[in-house]
């Protein structure tokens, strides 16, 4: 991890993300709402399919994102039968995690949504999903070594993705990708914890998160 400083300010921070790669492109996907749509299937830090938001009818931004945010929990349920996928080292990461959507934008740009059970979007441009992208834009010859593409989220928050090594995952051709982006403080706080709280611990309701409590 490295940041950029200047005149005592934290501008940016890079951090280089685990090995990447896509396992499958332009993948047919038979939906119920949809039809048939393909997607690609790649891995940046977990496994995302990967959909062109124009084949659901919708668009990127912030009037949209109820929508897009059941249209990816509808199309991930279609995924289950349907795709498989094993990461070669790791056993337990044998599951698509994450639908993202993705648009292009202008100057080589790319927006992105990542839905989230149990319907939510992620106000990010999401490191691991921008990973994922950059790999499959690299399998298509579409990024080179070194080049990037900026990243762009459903209310505009941005990062950098830069391919900084190519190497192999197993049987996939996979690349190092490098996320740059900046935050802000917005607040601080205090915590205590008494030395007698039931709850030191913390909890998790299914009201909050549904039935899937736990699960990614």
């Known amino acids: 991890m490295r940041a950029r400083c200047e005149n005592g300010r934290c501008l940016s921070v890079s951090l280089e993300n685990v090995p990447s790669f896509a396992v499958a492109l332009d993948l047919p996907i038979a939906t119920k709402a949809y039809g048939n749509i393909s997607s ?3 891995f940046g830090g977990v496994f995302y399919a990967l959909v062109d938001v124009d084949q659901v009818g919708l668009k990127i931004g912030p009037g949209y994102a109820r929508q897009l945010a059941e249209a990816g929990i ?5 995924l289950e039968g349907q795709v498989t996928v094993s990461h070669p080292y790791f056993e337990g990461l044998n599951s698509i995690a994450y639908v993202m959507f993705r648009d292009r934008g202008k100057d080589g740009e790319v927006l992105t949504c990542t839905t989230l059970k149990p319907g939510r979007v992620d106000r990010s441009p999401c490191g691991t999903g921008s990973s994922a992208n950059l790999a ?3 399998a298509r010859g579409e990024v080179g070594m070194g080049e990037a593409r900026c990243s762009v989220s459903t209310i505009g928050g941005a990062f950098l993705a830069e391919v900084v090594a190519e190497t192999e995952v ?5 690349i190092i990708p490098r996320i740059t982006g900046q935050g ?4 601080r706080e205090t915590l205590r914890q008494s030395p007698d709280d039931p709850f030191h611990a913390g909890f998790a309701l299914s009201d909050t998160w549904g039935p899937q409590v736990g699960e990614i």
């Open 170 to 174: 197993g049987p996939y051709k996979a």
């Open 136 to 138: 499959c834009l690299h």
């Open 184 to 187: 802000w403080v917005y607040g």
């Open 40 to 42: 690609d299937i790649a």
């Open 74 to 78: 509808a199309i991930k349920a279609d």
